[in-house]
């Protein structure tokens, strides 16, 4: 039992072995095991081979097929129900999806056709392929406006537009590999060094740029600069003053106010969510009808004009292998395929959640890559699940991907019948319905959440804001990542440590600073490192650990207190280990020696333990000062403190 | 009193909260307050000022004088005994220096004589600045070596070396000028990067490829790759065997024998260490001898020639400050720097171990730095503390610094009279001192027992080795810190998860794998994390924390026992949290909630506790399924099911 003070023992006369518990050294593990079980904890933490587990040949191969291609998990289950739910979701979804793709496809310097083209066959194979119910896949205005600026950097999209649409579909066709590759090689986890925050500020910053850039159709300009921060677009409207059109203002700023009104109307009143999802459409056709009447393309508003009628004409012999246009179209396709990627899989993942339903991560990313595959074969481009598309989805009663399905029926309907209605679609129109999706984006309450419950958070988010609207979108994405990885390194470089006391009337040892009322034990000097013990650290730990020696043996001699005999390191927070971590624990231990004091180590884990054990350490110790518990360890510190006062004496003491 | 097994209590009868301790929430701190405390951890964790406080201004200026000048602290205590100490330490050191200096200006491309212009000026200012005392200063092959291969890039060494020479002068100013700047700005940490494995690697294999550069002078080569690869290098041998000079290789070999059975003599018998020291002025002297008699310069031995008598002429002038070659000559500068401070400061501190004092790792940057800065404006390359120079330094009895003085003079008066005595030094005899130094670097020993230890660290320092030998020296370099990174980001983003269970007789609750008499709890599930919970691995706990929970309660259903009630997260080791895992917990709760489970915390540190406390978790949970210790999470849970039995009824139950 060990559960008694320590002061109901008089110390000479108790056995302290008996109530001790010792740490054990962990069952040795054959290398090759400890590694399986390392990969398969980074490469298949979901463990998706486990269904697989005992079942007959055909049935593995039901369920191997059921994996790649969902729909024949849900399919045969499939109800005349559903049906109707994802009808009415697959309309509103393809009445939103229309002019937004062609918003977006300008916003990528790409012919606006494009936008629709990317609607219909993506979302087929997503249909088949994604294991989300809600995501709605189409083109989105920042992975659009990134391609569009990367791209432009290499090849002037309105000197070379040929040449500009064949990159664009072959950075489409490098980005699908990228994020398929990703999901069969089970490396999703790199998305997910994309922290919350990074992509608040990102998204953020880029919706902002994005609403700037609409400044060139709004004011009906010729000429705008093809630079995205905020100094560029900011010069070239300032400079072009006498240019600006009133009438296209006008009109779009009327615009944007009713897609804003609506949206306000819609969010009060979630039933009427159709309203909002209805706008832009509503708004094409209105502003379609009063250019057609009023013949205001002659006076500065600009239009669409013709769009091809018929169905994507195939593009496989457009991808350009050719340096050096390869390599800018393989850069560009990482960035975007990997910016898609995040957006996808936390739309994906956030809507799984509040239907209570799970989402594979790598599977999503094997659907997304395959769809851009397929998309950069068929005249598409970048493609994903945007979050306002599938919000609409999802307030529409979706019930299965099947509405995406169509949504694809109705954009093709589209293409074959409707095309020409779009001829007098001001793009000033286009550009409200932009903007009013991107304010929609610029997520300030979830900036100040950051704010209050973590300030380093908030840092990444507003860094990658500003790295977007003054840099470029890429300046933007490089230091939100590197700050988020940075602050992983310093956690790691930069451990806290701190002195542990007691509780009273308990054997529980706890953070005096956190726990004011606990008590320090007199001559013993308790000290929790609370991080893995690495090459990073290992010097400042040592550092550190000899500056809180020197400030308790400052505060003893402030108090007038017994001297200093023990230093307790408990450990049970430190993870791992590395060689650099045990030469620093030998030192320290050297050092602590050399001082006169004994340091006592505390439940080491097993990964710690099974090394310490193979270096010398365990042997200078010889066993006897590693405890289970802090309270064992104060115990036996205390024991051989009364037995022996003169502790130097004591050396080689054994407490067996 | 804590210290009670909860089955003594009847359940229903029993007052939990008498005896349960709550986790409380620490004391709240001013943002700038725990900003400034972080600073101060990261930028001072030495804490330099500490001395300085409440000293009269004088004494500060003292101690400040003191803190740059540390030669103002040891130079008024300084005794006649040092002296002799130093003096002997100093002449033996000299006479290393003397050799190696020339050799390792070849490897760097440069002229010979500035190897001994670098070991008069910096060994100086080092003295005055260093806070080492066993730390001898001078050139080092493997930043030689690196220095010379990365200027050769753009330069060539033979066509144009006068701009070579200037270059070289401009890397050493800016590799002296990031020194120093990092140790001025506190960033000292950046060293601790490159993890003991990455450097055994990586100079292990520099010291490969220098020997293997040494072919050339051994085989008497006149034409010779300036790649440092094995592949270059082993070709370029090769295609010339009809070049190869026998009497050349036989004199290398020869001296190569010599100089390592002297080094392992010294090695058997410590008091004779002065052996090994001198043994390369003693190779000198012989190769010269016999070459002035044998008139061997004619017949394939390539000598050093003059060498030019005086002091070191001013450079600063020198200095290119112009594109493009000032661009080199930064990169150059910035990773040679890092090496070279890399090398000098574990040497520094290794001796600092024996000897039992404490070396200033920002104090010895800012030496270190100081001393190329100023070795740039006197026509010095890059110098920094060579472990082989500062072991003989060590083993010859030096007390101070000053036996960096007594080697500098002595060098002066080499330069000042004796440089002709170098005419007939034949280069095969400098290219075997500089052999039988590397085969000293090549640390195989510490491989095995990275290997013994911690197989990761093996990978890494393999990794570095192989990368220098068969890529380049900057390959290696990137490689090594790249892994090093990686491991830690891995151990962030795939933390370690263990199911606990109780160890007999106690209230301990430890890892069931590492304690398999520890037994599971039957209806409750215990976890615990062992890492921070970041974005980097919040989606992977959350996956994790459901497979667990999958896998309790298949094992369950395998031997009949009660179903799963409750999930106990113990947090002991989690030391910090962002939004993101504040995030998944909340999903955490939901997700067990949804199996009609109840999610339970155990001992969330400060940080965690406070963003918690500021999140909606805390509201949901009510405050009251958080514990202090597992025990008391248990107890609540058994005293919770036994008066609920049906625990679906029991939402919203308090345990007041």
Redesign the interface.
Known sequence: ?????YDDYPCSGMNVDESV?GV?I??PQP?LKS?KY?MK??FF???PL?RFKNQPASKKLVLGLQYFFPIFEWAPSYTFQFLKSDLIAGITIASLAIPQGISYAKLANLPPILGLYSSFIPPLIYAMMGSSRDLAVGTVAVGSLLMGSMLANEVNPTQNPKLFLHLAFTATFFAGLLQASLGLFRLG?IV???????IVGFMGGAATVVCLQQLKSILGLEHFTHAADIVSVMRSVFTQTHQWRWESAVLGFCFIFFLLVTRYFSKKQPKFFWVSAMTPLASVILGSLLVYFTHAEHHGVQVIGELKKGLNPPSLTDLVFVSPYMTTAIKTGLIVGIIALAEGIAVG?SFA?YK?YHID?NKEMIAIGTMNIVGSFTSCYLTTGPFSRSAVNYNAGCKTAASNIVMSIAVMLTLLFLTPLFYYTPLVVLAAIIVSAMLGLIDYEAAI??W??????FFVCISAYMGVVFGSVEIGLVIAVAI??L??????????TFVLGN?P????Y??I????NANRISGILILKI???I???????LR??IS?WIDEEEDRIKDTGETILNYVILDM??V??I???G??MLE?AK?MVE?REQQLVLV?P???V?K?LN??SFQKDVEGNWIY??VEDAVRACNFACKTNPKRDESEGWNNV
């Open positions: 039992m060990g559960n008694v003070d518990h054990a962990p069952p290398f590694m390392s904890e980074t933490p979901d463990d486990r986890f997910d060094f994309l922290s919350h925050a990074a993942r959640m209570n991560g959440h950051l209050k419950i973590d300030k380093f958070d988020s990885v602050r992983i390194l310093l956690f790691v470089a930069r451990p806290r509780i009337n308990s054997v529980i706890r953070n600073e956190h726990y004011p609370d991080a893995p690495y090459f990073a650290n290992a010097s400042y550092e550190r500056r049970s927070a993870g791992n590395d060689t650099s045990i030469s030192e050297k050399r439940n884990g097993s990964e333990m090394k193979k270096s289970l518990t």
